[in-house]
């Protein structure tokens, strides 16, 4: 007679419904099982139970029931009979939660070997099997059928899966975009990263460049995409902008440095006299090099000056908003007129009409250029760091605002509001006494309403959600002076704004989990940023060169070698391939 004849017959496994609560846990290996199951989690394990099949009843075979759970957890017997859970503590309490029966089955007695062996050969089935992902695209095509075949709202979408408004809305996104869901598939990115591709679907390039930061450096993809989205909008701006110049009759220099040589300032009419804008209209060769920067909108300097009964002078105004309510805004402007060809239509520079004049290259002159040259550097660093800084506050409040959603807040924030308070922040009170309107706004308050209607969000709330609502208003108080676009600047005016930057910066990052963008992390160290450099860095260069012009001309004293000097410069900027602007760009 062999083991085998006289082995006890193993107990069949059969797939049965389980009370929950009547099921032991005291071996879970997990310690943070409880912490990790959501509402969220057993909503899913509700809305599952609605719609799966019956199952025999554990105890009552002739009964049936619907189970919260798709995979079922194993269940093993002690010798006093108590039923435990081996694998599935998470979903025994998430079913448990819910209300609804868990599924399970039991793989034999506790410590019995062959019941060991069975259970983990099972559990491995349902590893490899019931809880194998769906690709994305099977994700997305789920969802989107209900959304467009079923007609469910995004809010009836979230509420049945389980799943944030936020997650559904970037997978409807994903779903109609071929590019996103390609991005998806490939790449190691998530699905509100899929989403963001989607936007730029169309735009290699910017597509290229999101996926290499998702890869490369994760952090950072928010900022990548804020920067992307900027460039975006004036690249489309820049073609508008073009375009209405090139009706005008003007050719569009694609780069916004201009050979000096060519730039109206410093050319000069046969007779020696400078030569205006206006006058150069009749010229064919008017040219002119076109800049992104602030200016007024057609006629709002003037409505803005009669509105506030202002004379004539400069306009401060307190923020980024104020100004662009005001109709003062970054657009495309023209940076240089210039002339596509001035030998050909009889203009010379001013080094040439110079050394006519004096018999000698014109020093006071070269130096004057290369003192212009530095301030137009100085002004392209300006514009750039500014730009990259107005990138960072629009994605560093969309961070506020999702941590003013929140319904509880971080540790120990209520001992940071509170002690803010009973010091008598000056930022804090400021913001106060202004309404408190950035706060309002991240809190989702209509626009000039946060000082009447966050006392009554306040004392509705729960002490949790109240003390969101408070960190919102300390942080908002911060965040005034830091969204002010100059304060990258080491040199700019208001250095208390910078002193309030850093450290609130800082706090973001190590306190709250935000990652601060290259200017961000500069200002929070206390450092000067060169926008310049960190703009060729994303465009893939090694640098920025900047023209020199100072050596340019200075040939010899008679007129021979005049001549000969010019030819020179002509032939070196016809190799630079700079003889001629040409007749339109679409360049960004």
């Known amino acids: 007679m062999t083991d085998t004849d006289t082995a006890v017959a193993a107990e069949p496994i059969t797939l049965e419904a389980f009370d929950p609560a009547g099921l032991l846990m005291d071996a879970n290996a997990r310690s943070d099982a409880e912490a990790t199951v959501s509402k969220a989690f057993a909503a899913v394990l509700k809305a599952h139970a609605a719609t799966s099949p019956e199952f025999p009843i554990h105890g009552n075979p002739a009964g049936r029931a619907r189970c919260g759970n798709y995979v079922p957890i194993t269940i093993v017997r002690r010798p006093d009979g108590q039923l435990r859970v081996r694998a599935g503590h998470r979903r025994n309490i998430g079913c448990m ?114 996926l290499e930061t998702a890869e490369q450096d994760p952090a950072q993809f928010g900022h990548t995409a804020e920067r992307l989205r900027q460039d975006a909008k004036e690249r489309r701006e820049r073609i508008a902008f073009t375009a209405a110049l090139e009706a005008r009759g003007y050719r ?183 309404g408190n309107d950035l706060a309002g706004e991240l809190l989702g308050i ?11 969000m306040i004392t509705q709330a729960s002490d949790k959600r109240a003390t969101v609502i408070a960190l919102t208003v300390l942080l908002a108080s911060r965040e005034i002076p830091t969204s002010d676009e100059h304060v990258w600047r080491e040199d700019w005016q208001w250095a208390s704004q910078r002193k309030t930057a850093a450290p609130y910066l800082t706090f973001l990052r190590d306190q709250l989990g935000y990652t601060l963008s290259p200017i961000e992390a500069a200002v929070a160290a206390g450092e000067q940023f060169d926008p310049l450099a960190a703009d060729a860095e994303a465009a893939g260069q090694d640098g920025l060169t900047t023209q020199e012009p100072d050596d340019q001309d200075e040939g010899g004293k008679d007129a021979e070698a005049d001549n000969s000097a010019d030819a020179a410069d002509h032939q070196a900027d016809e190799a630079a391939g700079e003889d001629e602007a040409p007749a339109s760009t679409e360049a960004g």
């Open 446 to 456: 209509k626009a000039g309403y946060g000082r009447d209607k966050l006392p009554e």
């Open 252 to 434: 569009v220099w694609p780069d916004r440095n201009v050979p000096w040589t060519r730039n109206l300032h410093y050319l000069r009419d046969a007779e020696g006299n400078q030569i205006a804008p206006e006058i150069h209209e009749a010229c064919p060769g008017k040219a002119v090099a076109i800049d992104w920067d602030w200016d007024w909108a057609p006629g709002a300097e003037a409505a803005y000056r009669a509105e506030h009964d202002l004379a004539e002078g400069d306009i401060e105004f307190g923020s980024d908003a104020e100004a662009l309510e005001a109709g003062y805004r970054p657009c495309w402007q023209i940076s240089t007129y210039m002339c596509a060809d001035p030998d050909q239509y009889g203009h010379r520079n001013v080094n040439q009409v110079t050394r006519d004049e004096a018999g000698g290259p014109a020093e006071q002159v070269a130096s004057q250029i290369a003192a212009e040259e530095a301030a137009r550097i100085k002004r392209r660093q300006v514009i750039a760091g500014n730009k990259q800084w107005r990138a960072a506050t629009t994605h560093r409040q969309e961070f506020l605002r999702e941590l003013a959603a929140r319904k509880t807040p971080p540790a120990r924030m209520l001992t940071m509001v509170l002690a803010a308070v009973g010091g008598c922040d000056w930022d804090l009170i400021n913001a106060l006494q202004k």
């Open 97 to 210: 939660r819910a209300g609804v029966p868990v599924l399970g089955f039991v793989a034999g007695d506790e410590g019995d070997e062959q019941a060991d062996r069975r259970a983990r050969l099972i559990e491995q089935w349902n590893e490899n099997h019931h809880r194998e992902q769906m690709t994305v695209r099977d994700d997305t095509a789920v969802l989107r059928a209900l959304f467009d075949e079923e007609e469910m709202t995004e809010a009836a979408i979230a509420k049945a899966t389980g799943l944030g408004r936020p997650q559904v809305a970037a997978s409807l996104t994903v779903a109609r975009s071929e590019a996103a869901m390609k991005a998806a598939e490939e790449h190691p990115i998530d699905l509100l990263q899929a989403a963001t591709i989607a936007e730029f679907e169309g735009d290699d390039d910017a597509v290229a460049e999101l």
